[in-house]
């Protein structure tokens, strides 16, 4: 008899647990699409934590965790009937870290206990295009925007520099990350000054922030000759395998100025040309599309030169009767203008929009 009721109760175990299927389904939904977002840092990602009971008993006391995100709602859920769902809903700041990895990843668990045996589930992303199976985890993409602004400055005013063979232009060029990531091992070089200092390696830069780098240019006689130093820097930055090279912008060609422009030095040869105060001539407009007008003081304009920032020429005349000067054929740009006088030259810049 003992053991025929031993065996009853066997069977009847086996029964009840036959019956009774407990089962729970997570899933975890940040609100965006499978695609990068433009979100910065302090912007608040917000999950939709959703548990089903997908099994045929009532469960109770389902907790809900989430190491990667703060929970915001009640938890634990106190109990859910079979097929019967409740969500928890949990944020998550983004951070410079998240930023520069290019993604957040996260996973939710949901766990509860039946008759003693822990029914547990990992979250599942509800996005459609997500390439994973089930469970995997809600990955948010952020938009990576690198770039950064290099400025080189000769620290001299813009008028012809009484500068002999032998003298140095001292350049002060400063990186800026004007991106939404970090940047490491910025590369600085220049082909026309010797860099000082770090050998022009910049080892990190956050978002906003500014580093210099200092670099000297020895005048030569052909630089006398020439009337002019032209100089340009470049910055290089790697970022996902893929290397950027970004050219200096003189920092006195306007406001703003004009982006990868050389950084040009005006020389004088004392020897032979007086230059006369630069007050004395005006041109106007200027940033100017299709002409220039000149108004000058005391003084007689005979000849003028016109020359693109590289030191080419390309135009030379004499002086119109009306004062304006076509430039509607020129580019963008920063431009020199020389002005030939009874009393030596004066040299003026100019911009075309």
Do not use: R, W
Not at 11 to 22: T, V, W
Not at 85 to 99: E, F, G
Not at 133 to 140: R, V
Not at 264 to 279: C, G, Y
């Amino acid at each position: 008899m003992k053991a025929l009721l031993q065996l009853v109760f066997i069977l009847n175990l086996a029964l009840i647990n036959a019956q009774n299927n407990p089962s729970i389904a997570i899933t975890k939904d940040d609100g965006f699409p499978y695609t990068p977002q433009n979100l910065l840092v302090g912007d608040i990602i917000t999950y939709i934590i959703t548990v089903t009971n997908t099994g045929d008993v009532t469960l109770n006391n389902i907790e809900v965790t989430d190491d990667n995100a703060t929970l915001t709602t009640s938890n634990p859920i106190a109990s859910l009937a079979p097929g019967a769902s409740a969500t928890v809903t949990a944020t998550h700041v983004i951070t410079q870290a998240d930023l520069d990895a290019g993604q957040y990843v996260n996973q939710a668990t949901a766990t509860t206990t039946f008759n003693g045996a822990t029914i547990t589930d990992l979250s599942d992303d509800t996005d459609t295009d997500a390439p994973l199976g089930d469970d995997d985890p809600t990955i948010t993409f952020f938009v990576q925007s690198p770039s950064i602004a290099v400025l080189k400055d000769d620290n001299l005013s813009y008028t012809a520099q009484n500068m002999s063979v032998g003298d140095e232009i001292t350049y002060t060029i400063e990186v800026t990350n004007t991106g939404n990531v970090n940047l490491n091992n910025i590369e600085v070089t220049d082909n026309n000054a010797n860099i000082s200092g770090n050998s022009g390696i910049i080892q990190s830069l956050s978002p906003g922030a500014s580093a210099t780098v200092t670099a000297t240019h020895v005048i030569t006689q052909a630089d006398i000759n020439a009337g002019q130093v032209s100089n340009q820097a470049t910055a290089t930055y790697v970022i996902a395998g893929q290397s950027f090279d970004v050219l200096s912008t003189d920092p006195g060609t306007g406001n703003p100025p004009i982006t990868e422009s050389p950084t040009v030095t005006l020389l004088s040869s004392t020897n032979n040309i007086s230059f006369p105060n630069l007050s004395k001539i005006n041109i106007y407009p200027n940033p100017a599309k299709e002409y220039i007008k000149i108004t000058s003081k005391d003084i007689v304009i005979n000849h003028y030169q016109i020359f693109d920032i590289s030191g080419k020429l390309l135009v030379d005349k004499l002086f119109p009767t009306n004062s304006k000067i076509d430039i509607s054929d020129f580019n963008s740009g920063l431009y020199l203008i020389k002005f030939k006088i009874d009393k030596g030259i004066i040299i003026k810049k100019f911009f075309v929009e």
